[in-house]
């Protein structure tokens, strides 16, 4: 978000930081400026560069975004085939890595394909030979960032198989970045309307403003670090369930309820205990999101039983919210049709917020590519709240 330095009772910044006040969380305060996105929380509004990214996501392909993202326009006809055969080598997993992926794999079967992605990465990394975005010219930056956000979803699709029993499926240069990645989950070439569907989800995910996970990875790039160093620093944010976490405890809070005439007292203890209801409510928005909005019709377009169920759902829930919250907008985030959609698609709740990750490291390169622009360390203060100072030291 945009907006300016508000003031807080409560948090006074440290001796020595000109007397700022911040609010908590640094919620609304402006750290630089960026050309790649912007989320109007008033309007239900967010924009990549200078286009809506709902109207991409309705309008345009996953890769076109991701040339949007990374080189600064949308491509036509000519400069998509040429990003398309420029990126479509670098989906290969390194041989260096093949070799280790399935130890890899093995080791972190408990927590998932998330958790084999930042290690395989770093070891992509050194492979490759990445430099230090301090120390690397911009088209080299450039080059490395199409090498990670390629590779991604091919480590990941190939964990899940492995930690499943079965061996990865090698990526297809013919099919785009939606059709492959299901294509290497699965074994199989999706349909038309799955692949879209999930390229549309992927899209409306790439970016989202200064979010946790992109501001993390925006701190490391203004250490000069390498670029997967800054993307493994996103990820590790990104694995909080208060943000990336949540498309499948959506889900799961569909199952919890089960059937519609338990939607109103599952959903009225729930709030009158003061629980958070997954899928519900945004930091940011103060209106529908923008992203649930557009994700409901893709639900929709499939049809089915567990559809009507999440849209009775939706509405039940947000009856209830106005009846006990009067004056609060709360509304369906992004994370609850996510879930739906994502299993209309066939994807495994495991691979939900890998889903995520996998269209968000294209953002994060891209904020990456900006703030490595920009020599300026990342160094915010804290105010102290501790004992006394300065104390005796006790004797040992």
């Not at 040429?82 to 080598?89: E, G, I």
């Not at 299993?343 to 490291?361: D, I, Q, S």
Request: aromatic share 6%.
């Amino acid at each position: 978000m945009s907006t300016a330095i508000t003031p807080s009772r409560t948090n006074v910044a440290a001796p020595g930081s000109e007397g700022i006040e911040v609010p908590r969380g640094l919620k609304g305060v402006v750290v630089t400026e960026t050309a790649l996105s912007d989320v109007r929380g008033l309007e239900g509004f967010y924009h990549y560069r200078q286009y809506s990214a709902i109207e991409l996501a309705e309008q345009r392909t996953l890769e076109d975004v991701w040339h949007l993202m990374l080189l600064g326009e949308l491509p036509d006809a000519a400069a998509r085939a040429a990003f398309d055969a420029r990126t479509a080598p670098l989906r290969r997993l390194p041989e260096p890595l093949r070799a280790v992926l399935p130890a890899l794999a093995a080791a972190t079967a408990p927590a998932g394909p998330l958790a084999a992605l930042g290690p395989a990465l770093s070891l992509a990394a050194a492979d490759r030979g990445l430099r230090p975005l301090y120390d690397t010219a911009p088209e080299q930056r450039l080059a490395d960032a199409l090498f990670a956000t390629a590779l991604v979803p091919t480590v990941l699709t190939a964990v899940h198989r492995l930690q499943h029993g079965e061996q990865p499926v090698e990526p297809r240069a013919d099919l785009s970045y939606a059709a492959n990645y299901l294509y290497m989950l699965t074994g199989r070439e999706p349909g038309p309307a799955e692949a879209r569907a999930i390229e549309q989800y992927l899209i409306a995910t790439v970016d989202h403003g200064f979010n946790a996970s992109t501001f993390t990875s925006r701190v490391i790039a203004s250490t000069g670090a390498d670029l997967a160093a800054c993307l493994v620093g996103g990820l590790g944010a990104l694995s909080g369930p208060l943000h990336g976490g949540a498309p499948s405890r959506a889900l799961d809070t569909l199952d919890a309820i089960g059937t519609p005439d338990r939607i109103d007292p599952w959903i009225r203890a729930r709030v009158l205990a003061g629980d958070r209801i997954m899928g519900f409510g945004h930091p940011v928005y103060r209106t529908e999101d923008p992203r649930s909005r557009m994700l409901r019709g893709v639900a929709e377009g499939f049809g089915g039983g567990l559809v009507e169920f999440a849209v009775a759902v939706e509405r039940q829930v947000l009856a209830i919210l106005a009846e006990l919250k009067p004056g609060r907008e709360l509304h369906t985030n992004v994370e609850f049709y996510a879930g739906v959609v994502m299993h209309l698609c066939g994807l495994p709740r495991e691979m939900f917020t890998p889903t995520f990750a996998a269209a968000r490291a294209i953002g994060w390169s891209a904020n990456i590519l900006e703030q490595a622009r920009d020599s300026k360390i990342i160094r915010p203060a804290a105010r102290y709240v501790g004992p006394a100072v300065p104390q005796p030291v006790p004797p040992a």
